[in-house]
C-alpha cells in the first residue's frame, strides 16, 4: 500500500519533534511548517496528501489558511490537530473543509486512525468531543451559525497581524497589500464590531481565538 504524503504545522517545537518520530514510521512526512503563511507555500510545493495542522499559529491561524488551502490545493486533505475542545472551532474547522478534528490530549494510536480515515475519503472528529458536536447541531438545526459579525478573509488576516503587534506597514508588507488598503481594513472592522481602539479589536482577536 502507497504512504500518504503528510505535511505538519505547527509553531511549537517539541510538539513537532515528536509527531515526526510517532508519524514517520508509517508516513511520508513531506515538510514541516512553523507558521501559517509557510503552511500555505508548502503545501503548494508538495502537494500533500493529508495536512495535519494546528489552528493557533503564528501569522495565519490554521483555520484561515485552509479556507486559502481549500480554494488551491484541493486535493489535500485536512486534519487539525489542536488543545482547543470548543464545539464552535470544530463546526468552523469544518466549514474551512476539515476532514479530521483530533484532540492534543489524545494519543498517537488515535492520531494515526484519523489519519488513515481522511486519506480514504472518510471524516474523523475525536470521540472526546463528537457527541457534543453532535448535540449542538441537531439544537441549531440545518442553518445554525454564529449570529456575531462576519469577518472577510482579508479582515481576519489583517486582524491577526494586528493582534500579534505588527504595525499597519507590516501588516501590508506581509500580505503584498499598500498601507492603505490594510488601514482600509482595519477601520472597517472597527465600524462593524462597534469598538473604536486597535487594542479592542485585538481583544476581539483573542476572543474568536485568532491569537
Known amino acids: 500500500?502507497?504512504?500518504?504524503?503528510?505535511?505538519?504545522?505547527?509553531?511549537?517545537?517539541?510538539?513537532?519533534e515528536a509527531l515526526l518520530s510517532a508519524l514517520r514510521q508509517d508516513f511520508n512526512i513531506a515538510g514541516v511548517a512553523h507558521n501559517g503563511r509557510d503552511l500555505i507555500e508548502m503545501a503548494?510545493?508538495?502537494?500533500?496528501?493529508?495536512?495535519?495542522?494546528?489552528?493557533?499559529?503564528?501569522q495565519l491561524n490554521g483555520l484561515d489558511a485552509a479556507r486559502i488551502l481549500r480554494k488551491e490545493v484541493s486535493t489535500a486533505?485536512?486534519?487539525?490537530?489542536?488543545?482547543?475542545?470548543?464545539?464552535s472551532l470544530v463546526e468552523e474547522a469544518l466549514r474551512a473543509g476539515a476532514s479530521g478534528y483530533v484532540l492534543k490530549m489524545?494519543?498517537?494510536?488515535?492520531?494515526t486512525k484519523a489519519?488513515?480515515?481522511?486519506?480514504?475519503?472518510?471524516?474523523y472528529i475525536t470521540p472526546l468531543i463528537s457527541g457534543e458536536l453532535i448535540s449542538t447541531l441537531v439544537t441549531a438545526g440545518?442553518?445554525?451559525?454564529?449570529?456575531?459579525?462576519?469577518?472577510?478573509?482579508?479582515?481576519?488576516?489583517?486582524?491577526?497581524?494586528?493582534?500579534?503587534?505588527?504595525?499597519?506597514?507590516?501588516?501590508?508588507?506581509?500580505?503584498?497589500?499598500s498601507t492603505r488598503t490594510a488601514e482600509s481594513?482595519?477601520?472597517?472592522?472597527?465600524?462593524?464590531?462597534g469598538v473604536q481602539t486597535t487594542a479592542q479589536l485585538v481583544r476581539y482577536a483573542v476572543q474568536i481565538k485568532l491569537v
Request: hydrophobic share 45%.
Open 142 to 177: 440545518p442553518n445554525g451559525r454564529s449570529n456575531g459579525p462576519r469577518l472577510t478573509l482579508r479582515q481576519r488576516e489583517v486582524l491577526q497581524l494586528l493582534a500579534e503587534g505588527k504595525t499597519m506597514k507590516e501588516v501590508a508588507a506581509v500580505l503584498g497589500i
Open 185 to 193: 481594513h482595519k477601520y472597517e472592522m472597527m465600524r462593524q464590531l
Open 44 to 58: 503548494r510545493q508538495f502537494r500533500p496528501d493529508v495536512i495535519v495542522t494546528d489552528i493557533s499559529m503564528p
Open 77 to 87: 486533505r485536512l486534519l487539525f490537530l489542536t488543545m482547543h475542545s470548543e464545539v
Open 106 to 111: 489524545c494519543g498517537i494510536e488515535e492520531l
Open 1 to 16: 500500500m502507497k504512504r500518504a504524503n503528510l505535511l505538519l504545522a505547527d509553531d511549537h517545537l517539541l510538539v513537532v
Open 115 to 123: 489519519i488513515r480515515f481522511v486519506v480514504n475519503g472518510s471524516t
